[in-house]
Structure formats: C-alpha cells, structure tokens
Nanobody
C-alpha cells in the first residue's frame, strides 16, 4: 500500500508564503511523476504543478504566474510546493498525487495519477 501524506498547510495572510510537503511511504514503488492539485469550495479540482521523477522537469499551471515552485527530495521520497505571494483566491485544499507511468494524457490531467493524498488546507486571509 502506498501512502501520500501532505503537511505544511495552514492560515496565512495575503502576501505570505507557505511550503507544503508530501511524503510517500509504504511499499516501494517506481513513480514517474508527482503533482499538486487544489480544490476550493464549490469548484473543481485544478492542477497546480508537477515534477518528473525521472528528469526533474517541472510543469505549472499558467495561473500560478511564477509564484509557486515544485521541487523534490528523491532520497526522502518527498515533494515540496513552495508558495509565495499568496492570495485569498489560493485558498483551497491542496492534494499531492503520484503517477506510476509517464503521464501521456498530460501532467495536468487527474487521470494521469494513481495515488492521492488526503489533502492539506491552505487558507489565505485578506
């Protein structure tokens, strides 16, 4: 069983920063990519960022406008999401996901991912 556990969420004022972490545990598995998605109340889950586990290439939703940075620590089986210049509209539950195979449908597509974490709440106050 593979588990993805997110942490680092919380309440922050607009303009502030947070760093989310996602640790993978359980049986050893070869992942091709990991990603971050978010879901705000009443909205669909949307893609935030992804990183290829094989070559480290990163991918971002255009709407992040360079404010977010995804990174990884392969030795620790952990992926991070550094979020700067946070806005109230960034308020959402943030989910970590892992893809076992190359995301041929695209890094931003939900069905590309096989495992999901339980989510961590990020709230940005104005």
């Amino acid at each position: 069983q593979v588990q993805l556990v997110e942490s680092g969420g919380g309440l922050v004022q607009a303009g502030g920063s947070l760093r989310l972490s996602c640790a993978a545990s359980g049986r050893t598995f070869r992942r091709n990519a990991m990603g971050w998605f978010r879901q705000a109340p009443g909205k669909e889950r949307e893609f935030v960022a992804a990183i290829s586990w094989t070559d480290g290439n990163t991918y971002y939703a255009d709407s992040m406008n360079g404010r977010f940075t995804i990174s990884r620590d392969s030795a620790q089986n952990t992926v991070f999401l550094q979020m700067n210049s946070l806005k109230p509209e960034d308020t959402a539950v943030y989910y970590c996901a892992a893809a076992l195979r190359y995301p041929s449908a695209g890094y931003s597509v939900h069905r590309s991912y096989d495992y999901w974490g339980q989510g961590t709440q990020v709230t940005v106050s104005s």
